[in-house]
């Protein structure tokens, strides 16, 4: 397994880089995102995972580990292939795709291009035990539900706006206990504003 290259950029593609390591081009499939960030001419490194077919091998790079070990996750459930999983990626960073197999977010997985409703289910069902938590840092006590929620939205990349607007949208449909004795589950807050996200 080739685990990262690292060289000059000596060209880029809308989907693809050439990384020129000491005079070999390796020719590396990368999302939009990953791409976006490369330069003509300048010295980058890539996580790295090499696909093997009957007929040929394909290089997919990615920004950082954590990318790369979420494509390779995601193709051990069935009917995703490497174009799919890097698809998944190219709309929904690892943490984001994290909270989407874990909360069963249908509607944000079945965003992906290639995947449908049966598919986004099939995902769900085959990695939701695997891709571990995706917000470790939420707990019931300290800051009240709202202020957790909020929090993890924005370390999930959303703006403040659209984080309130979430939480807001939240505090509305779930309503905390008549007796006031309990917090609200936050895990369960967070899913429910992820997916009022997934729906705007």
């Not at 598919?119 to 009240?144: F, M």
Request: aromatic residues 4%.
């Amino acid at each position: 397994m080739i685990a990262f290259v690292r060289g000059r950029v000596a060209a880029l593609t809308l989907n693809a880089a050439v990384i020129d390591v000491g005079g070999v081009g390796y020719h590396v499939f990368c999302t939009p995102g990953t791409i976006a960030d490369l330069r003509l001419g300048a010295e980058t490194q890539l996580a790295t995972s090499l696909v093997v077919r009957e007929d040929s091998s394909t290089l997919y790079g990615f920004a950082n580990v954590d990318e790369r070990d979420m494509f390779e996750l995601v193709q051990t459930a069935s009917g995703v292939g490497p174009k799919v999983a890097q698809a998944m990626l190219a709309v929904l960073p690892p943490e984001r795709l994290r909270s989407a197999i874990a909360g069963a977010d249908h509607a944000a997985l079945t965003a992906v291009p290639g995947i449908g409703r049966k598919g986004a289910e099939r995902i769900v069902v085959e990695l939701k035990d695997r891709v571990g938590t995706p917000v470790t840092s939420i707990s019931s006590g300290g800051a009240g539900w709202r202020d957790q929620v909020r929090d993890a939205l924005q370390g999930l990349g959303w703006s403040t706006r659209d984080a309130d607007q979430a939480v807001d949208t939240v505090a509305a449909d779930h309503a905390r206990p008549s007796d006031g004795t309990a917090e609200p589950d936050v895990p369960t807050l967070l899913r429910a504003a992820l997916r009022t996200l997934s729906k705007a």
